[in-house]
């Protein structure tokens, strides 16, 4: 058996490695496009994390059964053409939960006590020069609207609410109307009612720069934008405009339109805009569970089984996908 690794986001494949190192599988890491092209034509598996998994890849893997993402989202993969090709796609839902909601939670509490400012101006010798107050705000009793009330929307809603926080979401695919203390309203009742707005959705073609001018407008003033999803979510050329005017107090993010963004990038001469380069999932212990459960997903597709976590379900009718 031969599986293809397009991508990987930590130091090395050693757990890759010893998973499957009693199962006589060929692992070969691809080290770039026109290598994975190459590598995938005669492969039975791919593991792919960042990468984009497009029509081209899935084609030349004359081959290939399964698609493994090591993650969450899977808009990095053209899912019609894996279904009509009989290739199964799966990811793993669940495994750094905890890790985003708490990178959300973290750029909120350091947008709203200024500490990345502040702790410049310090260290530049400026510790008189702080101007105290002009836009802290206490965070207990504020509003937090929550975009995607799914699994990480609503671990963040739960560590929110132990600061005090108010929490009101949005989400049209739950039949909720209120879940545990918090109030599931239209997406112009969150937008323009949040002190603090936070996306936990994927991005899909509805969802492709959901906040824009007009979203924007809406915002109150002095509110906080944070996006731990997909940098497609938000309009960048409009968030730019927006933050000429001011009106917004900061802004974090942790994914970006481009995901390799250049220091010239327009965002980043605002001061109040945060960024980091998409590393909510991480922690050691998230990271190292991704690994061990996305090649035992792989390998149990590949050996007959249903995976636990099956994308394209409507792949289970095609002629060639015999799974049990
Ligand atoms: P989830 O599937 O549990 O929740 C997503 C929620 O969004 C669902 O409840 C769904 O109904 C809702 N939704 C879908 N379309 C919507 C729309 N148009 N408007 C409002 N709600 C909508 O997913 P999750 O685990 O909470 O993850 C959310 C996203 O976070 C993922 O899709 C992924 O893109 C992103 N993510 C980022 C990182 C990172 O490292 N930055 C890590 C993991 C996940």
New binding site residues.
């Given amino acids: 058996m031969k599986i293809v690794i397009s991508d990987y986001a930590w130091p090395n494949i050693d757990i890759e490695k010893e998973y499957f190192m009693s199962k006589s599988v060929d692992i070969n890491i691809a080290t770039g496009k026109d290598d994975l092209l190459n590598k995938i034509e005669d492969a039975d598996g791919l593991l792919f994390c960042f990468e984009d998994i497009n029509e081209d890849v899935l084609r030349s893997g004359k081959k290939l059964k399964a698609a493994q993402r090591y ?5 990095n993969i053209n899912i019609k053409v894996a279904t009509e090709l009989g290739i199964v796609v799966s990811n793993i ?2 495994y ?2 905890n ?2 909601s708490d ?1 959300a939670l973290s750029m909120i509490l350091a947008i709203n006590r200024m500490i990345i400012p502040d702790s410049k101006m310090v260290k530049l010798g400026k510790w008189n020069d702080v101007k105290k107050g002009s836009r802290v705000y206490r965070l207990k009793d504020a509003t937090l609207g929550i ?9 963040l809603a739960f560590k929110a609410k132990a600061l005090g926080l108010n929490v009101i979401a ?5 039949n909720e109307k209120i879940y545990d203390d918090v109030n599931i309203l239209s ?1 112009d009742e969150v937008i323009s009612n949040s002190d603090i707005l936070s ?6 073609e ?2 492709n720069h ?1 906040i824009s001018n007009k979203e924007l407008e809406k915002m109150k003033k002095d509110a906080i934008l944070i996006n ?3 940098g497609g979510l938000i309009d960048e050329a409009a968030l730019s405009k927006y933050l000429d005017n001011g009106k917004i107090r900061g802004v974090g993010l ?2 970006m339109e481009d995901d390799n963004p250049s220091p010239s990038n327009p965002l980043f001469k605002y001061e109040n805009v945060i960024v980091t380069p ?5 922690s050691q212990e998230s990271s190292q569970e991704l690994q061990i459960r996305s090649c035992k997903q792989l390998y149990d597709v590949l050996n007959g089984k249903i995976p636990e976590f099956l994308i394209n379900p409507d792949v289970l009718d095609h002629s060639d996908v015999n799974l049990i």
């Avoid at 993650?71 to 808009?75: F, S, T």
């Avoid at 975009?147 to 609503?154: A, E, L, M, V």
């Fill in positions: 993650g969450i989202g899977v808009d839902p669940d750094c939960i890790e985003v990178h975009i995607g009330f799914g699994r990480i929307g609503r671990r949005y989400d049209p695919y739950i997406f996306l936990h959705v994927p991005l899909t509805e969802t959901l731990v999803s997909r942790d994914v998409h590393t909510a999932f991480f």
